[in-house]
């Protein structure tokens, strides 16, 4: 399984910017995917997910500017973001949790490559 995003770059404060993050291979389910974000200096932090019964999670610094939205179908998640403040800064990576691919019932959590998002004040 593999994700690959897309959609960072460089925008001005108030500004607003999509990643896209579409996952490939043999998947027989994907319950969770999202995005999370690494500023320089600090952890991986969760920005915001969703369930594929469509239930979403978001970190408290996003709410009201990020949307998370997916497609069960074609296994991709999104992420609008919007009103972009210089402390949105960071690496983001897309997340997909507790996936389950054939031939067995296990599950596992796959990464994206990082995709920058820098915001210029």
């Known amino acids: 399984v593999q994700l690959r995003a897309s959609g960072g770059g460089l925008v001005q404060a108030g500004g607003s910017l999509r990643l896209s993050c579409a996952a490939s291979?043999?998947?027989?389910?994907?319950?969770?995917m999202g995005w999370y974000r690494q500023a320089p200096g600090k952890q991986r932090e969760l920005v915001a997910s969703?369930?594929?019964?469509?239930?979403?999670n978001y970190a408290d610094s996003v709410k009201g500017r990020f949307t998370i939205s997916r497609d069960n179908f074609k296994n991709t998640v999104d992420l609008q973001m919007n009103t972009l403040k210089p402390e949105d800064t960071a690496v983001y990576y897309c997340?997909?949790?507790?996936?389950?691919?054939?031939?067995?019932?296990?599950?596992?959590?796959?990464w994206g490559h990082g995709t920058q998002v820098t915001v210029s004040s």
């Open positions: 969703m369930t594929s019964g469509g239930s979403t």
């Open positions: 291979g043999s998947i027989v389910r994907i319950t969770d």
């Open positions: 997340n997909a949790d507790r996936v389950i691919v054939p031939g067995t019932w296990r599950q596992y959590a796959y």
